[in-house]
């Protein structure tokens, strides 16, 4: 969900679906001192009863219907999202398990909540090397119908990547990101995009991206993080063969759902049309 906040920041996060209802939504922020601002903002200066401008919640990352055996590994404030995905999972009678890492009981979240659940796995470990040798340990030996969802700091995810790539499972591993994956080397060539709804046809230029060439052309097109994270300038795809390169989701959900990120995806083909 996305969150307005003074000065035209713009901000994304995961809703805590168990705590929520018709009259409140739940979100945990976590103060980042040296990150873009938004978290420093709610933790220093946000005050009750301050109006904010939300977006109606989207989801990128949601467990894939179906009966196989669901793995769900959070590090430290990735459990926000993987918390409502085991609740939601569990409750469906879905076969589960959680495995959280974090530094201390002082900085776990949900603990209470957790306690004495026998598919909750709760793991304390103060440098990531310690976290990565449980981490192996829970990947391997599991069975070849496990879904594997995935949500913590770049080094958790780079490391479940390389573990999938060696036991051959990365089709069933997704991933949410709090950080951009490292850039594509992917060519960027010029090209055309036409805006279905105008008619409109704008010139992408080489190493321009497509939120770039539609802003400068005054295009009304809407976006936040500028980094192929949140999601928030998906669009449909018409015609026109994509490159994806945002880690919202796979290049084969967006192909089978027809859209792109447009802050850092290209296109592969001489001219995209958009449904803008």
């Given amino acids: 969900m996305d969150i307005g906040l003074p000065g035209g920041l713009l901000r994304q996060y995961s809703l805590i679906t168990p705590l929520c209802s018709r009259r409140r939504y739940v979100i945990a922020v976590k103060r980042e001192e040296h990150g873009r601002g938004g978290s420093r ?35 430290g404030i990735g459990i926000t999202p993987i918390y409502s995905m085991y609740e939601q999972t569990r409750a469906c009678g879905r076969p589960v398990h959680l495995h959280y890492w974090c530094r201390s009981q002082k900085h776990g979240l949900f603990l209470e909540a957790l306690a004495d659940r026998g598919d909750v796995t709760v793991h304390y470990a103060a440098s990531a090397e310690e ?85 400068d052309a005054g295009a009304d097109v809407m976006y936040s993080c500028e980094q192929g994270l949140c999601g928030a300038c998906e669009v449909r795809v018409l015609e026109g063969c994509p490159d994806h390169r945002d880690t919202v989701c796979s290049a084969e959900e967006h192909d089978r759902r027809g859209t792109m990120i447009i802050c850092c995806s290209s296109s592969q083909s001489a001219r995209l049309v958009l449904d803008i």
């Fill in 131 to 215: 976290s990565a040798g449980q981490f192996a340990t829970v990947v391997q030996g599991l069975s070849k119908q496990t879904e594997i969802y995935c949500c913590g700091p770049q080094g958790m995810l780079d490391h479940l990547e390389q573990l999938g790539e060696d036991l051959n499972v990365m089709p069933r591993i997704h991933l949410e990101r709090f950080q951009a994956a490292p850039a594509s080397a992917a060519s960027n060539n010029a090209f055309e995009v036409t805006l279905a709804r105008s008619g409109t046809q704008v010139r992408v230029a080489s190493g321009q991206t497509i939120l770039d060439a539609l802003r």
């Fill in 41 to 75: 903002w709610l933790h220093d200066s946000a005050r009750v009863g301050q109006l904010f401008e939300l977006s109606s919640p989207r989801n990128h990352f949601e467990v894939a219907p179906g009966d196989s055996p669901v793995l769900l590994l959070a590090g």
